[in-house]
DNA sequence: TCCATGTTTCCGGCTACCCGGATACATGGA
DNA sequence: TCCATGTATCCGGGTAGCCGGAAACATGGA
């Protein structure tokens, strides 16, 4: 059984929040956990161009946190695991708390 | 009462993933939820150099992540919300999850 | 096999981030 | 007021990340 010291699990633990740590990739997951999407659904939601969304796809697939699968000459993307929607929202839950208690901006984001 | 638009609250909503998407952010916000800390206290601890350990706290200070006092000469920091670790454990589950479909290095990540 | 559709990769370039030693700054006690 | 302790900032420099147009690559149908 092969192992990682402690700092590559950390490496690895950074790795996997810096994945959803980008304005664009926390968009794309949010996204998918609506749906399913191919690239260009994506894109065109996210009016994002397309090469960027693909960038973005590869990097989330990379770290595991989404799955793909072809559909003809179309790749369609799904989120591998709920819980980076929860992680997502738990983040997002203090930061509402915390603009809450400066007291603005509370309405869009909570 | 001021509002931000959607882009920026998404960007807000980054840059709270990004304060804990650091290596050395993500053993600094896991040595606070243990105890508070100064910084000559978490520089020993973590086996950091202090200016970069004040770097970052300035960083998750800046997030509201955590909190600051003056205890004489030192400065004592502490976690804001426990929803942070909440958050970094469910993305470490995650990524245990991961390696564990992987097959591989889990004994230390779990 | 040729083409339409959809995707990935390449490219040049810019920006943001991170590092750690050294220096300057704050604090409270002698 | 001077000093010891602890903290924040400055600095130079390296690295990683992000961007979007353009070109190359897949796929399945005509």
Redo the contacts with the bound molecule.
């Keep these: 059984m092969q192992t990682v010291t402690y700092q590559e699990a950390q490496l690895l633990h950074s790795?996997c929040c810096?994945a959803i740590?980008?304005?664009?990739?926390i968009c794309i997951v949010y996204a998918l956990n609506e749906c399913e999407r191919?690239?260009?659904?994506l894109?065109e939601y996210l009016q994002?161009?397309?090469?960027?969304?693909?960038?973005?796809?590869?990097?989330l697939?990379n770290r595991g946190m989404v799955h793909?699968r072809?559909d003809?000459?179309?790749?369609?993307y799904s989120l591998t695991d709920d819980r980076i929607i929860q992680a997502l929202d738990t983040m997002r839950a203090v930061l509402a708390d915390l603009l809450r208690t400066r007291a603005q901006w509370v309405d869009i984001v909570s």
Tied chains: 1, 2.
Aim: hydrophobic share 25%; net charge positive; aromatic share 0%.
């Design positions: 790795q810096q740590s980008d304005p664009t990739r191919n690239v260009t659904e894109a994002t161009p397309q090469s960027t969304v693909s960038r973005h796809l590869k990097e697939l793909s072809r003809g000459p179309a790749v369609i």
